[in-house]
Nanobody
Framework: QVQLVESGGGLVQPGGSLRLSCAAS????????MAWYRQVPGKQRELVAT???????NYADSVKGRFTISRDMNKDTLYLQMNSLRSEDTAVYYC???????????WGQGTQVTVSS
């Protein structure tokens, strides 16, 4: 059974930092392409950052230079380091993992990030 369990969200002031984690179980972690998405109520889910199974990373323009996606292959955990946070980064953040054999992939449960003074 595949499980993606997210943690690390919370309330932070503008300019602050948070690190999100997404612990995976039930999959061959290194075989998957991984991503972080975010969603604000009433809007479509937005792609924030991706890392391929080969390690290539890409970012949305809105987070380039501020967010870093990474993986710990020993812990089967995906991370999103978020620095210089802005109020517009407020959203529910979701991790997603997929591969060619399972293109629909798997989603985490979401973790709320609120950036406010």
């Amino acid at each position: 059974q595949v499980q993606l369990v997210e943690s690390g969200g919370g309330l932070v002031q503008p300019g602050g930092s948070l690190r999100l984690s997404c612990a995976a179980s039930g999959i061959i972690f290194g075989a998957y392409n991984m991503a972080w998405y975010r969603q604000v109520p009433g809007k479509q889910r937005e792609l924030v950052a991706t890392v391929t199974n080969g390690g290539e990373r890409n970012y949305a323009d809105s987070v380039k230079g501020r967010f870093t996606i990474s993986r710990d292959m020993n812990k089967d955990t995906l991370y999103l380091q978020m620095n210089s946070l802005r109020s517009e980064d407020t959203a529910v953040y979701y991790c997603h993992m997929s591969r060619a054999a399972a293109p629909a992939g798997y989603w985490g449960q979401g973790t709320q990030v609120t950036v406010s003074s």
